[in-house]
T-cell receptor, first 112, second 114 residues
Framework: QQQVKQSPQSLIVQKGGISIINCAYE??????FPWYQQFPGKGPALLIA?????SEKKEGRFTISFNKSAKQFSLHIMDSQPGDSATYFC???????????FGKGTKLTVNP | DTGVSQDPRHKITKRGQNVTFRCDPI?????LYWYRQTLGQGPEFLTY????????KSRLLSDRFSAERPKGSFSTLEIQRTEQGDSAMYLC????????????FGPGTRLTVL
């Protein structure tokens, strides 16, 4: 059973465009939702994270939108750049368990 | 470099051999995690330590896998009698005990079992 469902599997965006990646979850006990960026051959790097007591968090060009009632959250990358081309993973965890549960990833390609 | 380090970065072994990987967390991080990532998938949790205590283990961690963190600093992950299905990237992460579960990952060890 996949606890965090991520879509789309791949995404192609033009430079300067907005990239949007969506995740949905079932476990209402989840209380921490990070996004990770991974380049080929590298480990995942923490990008931005949110807790369910806020509906949006912005850091530079990256924004997380969170909809608690729909059990969905999304990553928006504004003004996408070729250097943003990577695989993005959403994840979730719940208090009392420190393990992160990851989505399957979205491969983002930003064309120049 | 003060990030999480892992050694070796690549390991090729024959089926049936034992392998051991090492992870050095960010200094002062008291939590250490092991994940496994196969091609095209997100990382899957294997186990985690708080200081030297192993507090949670995944069902993915079969009897052939063992992890240790003897002095609450570095950790080792050993796989005995490797199988081809063990081929994956093994990732280590660390974090502080705090209200935020910010886990920082190392570069991983890529294991290939022939």
């Amino acid at each position: 059973q996949q606890q965090v469902k991520q879509s789309p599997q791949s995404l192609i965006v033009q430079k300067g465009g907005i990239s949007i990646i969506n995740c949905a979850y079932e476990n209402t006990a989840f209380d921490y939702f990070p996004w990770y960026q991974q380049f080929p051959g590298k480990g995942p790097a923490l990008l931005i994270a949110i807790r369910p007591d806020v509906s949006e968090k912005k850091e530079g060009r990256f924004t997380i939108s969170f909809n608690k009632s729909a059990k969905q959250f999304s990553l928006h990358i504004m003004d996408s750049q070729p250097g943003d081309s990577a695989t993005y993973f959403c994840a979730a965890t719940q208090g009392g368990s420190e393990k992160l549960v990851f989505g399957k990833g979205t491969k983002l390609t930003v064309n120049p | 470099d003060t990030g999480v380090s892992q050694d070796p970065r690549h390991k090729i072994t024959k089926r049936g051999q034992n392998v051991t990987f090492r992870c050095d967390p960010i200094s002062e991080h008291n939590r250490l995690y092991w994940y496994r990532q196969t091609l095209g998938q997100g990382p899957e949790f294997l186990t985690y330590f708080q200081n030297e205590a192993q507090l949670e283990k995944s069902r993915l961690l079969s009897d052939r896998f063992s992890a240790e963190r003897p002095k609450g600093s570095f950790s080792t992950l050993e796989i005995q009698r490797t199988e081809q299905g063990d081929s994956a990237m093994y990732l280590c992460a660390s974090s502080l005990i705090s209200g935020f579960n910010e886990q920082f990952f190392g570069p991983g060890t890529r294991l290939t079992v022939l």
